[in-house]
């Protein structure tokens, strides 16, 4: 079973910055893609950003420009830089990871963090 658990985030003024990571837990064999998808009350869950294993990188654009995904591989942790960070970006931010749980696996199976709250405002 594996276990993602987020922090980094809190209430910021409009301009700032926030580092959020995502550190993975327990038993699996391999990762595939990591990335972060928020949630806005009242709106549908939507992608922020991802990482594939060979360290290409996707962000919607609403985003791009600000903030920046990245991963350690060897420590089952992924990370999100924000910056310039505006109302908008307010939301639950949930990081995920695709992973192999054995060699005998022919899929990849999503976990979910439980999320982390950003707050956008002066």
């Known amino acids: 079973q594996v276990r993602l658990v987020e922090s980094g985030g809190g209430l910021v003024q409009p301009g700032g910055s926030l580092r959020l990571s995502c550190v993975g837990s327990?038993?699996?064999?391999?990762?595939?893609?990591m990335g972060w998808y928020r949630q806005a009350r009242g709106n549908e869950r939507e992608l922020v950003a991802q990482?594939?294993?060979?360290?290409?990188?996707n962000y919607a654009d609403s985003v791009k420009g600000r903030f920046t995904v990245s991963r350690d591989n060897a420590k089952n942790t992924v990370f999100l830089q924000m910056n310039s960070l505006k109302p908008e970006d307010t939301a639950v931010y949930y990081c995920?990871?695709?992973?192999?749980?054995?060699?005998?696996?022919?899929?990849?199976?999503?976990?979910w963090g439980q999320g982390t709250q950003v707050t956008v405002s002066s």
């Open positions: 990482i594939i294993s060979g360290g290409i990188t």
């Open positions: 327990g038993m699996f064999f391999s990762i595939n893609t």
């Open positions: 995920y990871g695709d992973y192999k749980l054995s060699r005998y696996s022919t899929t990849y199976n999503r976990v």
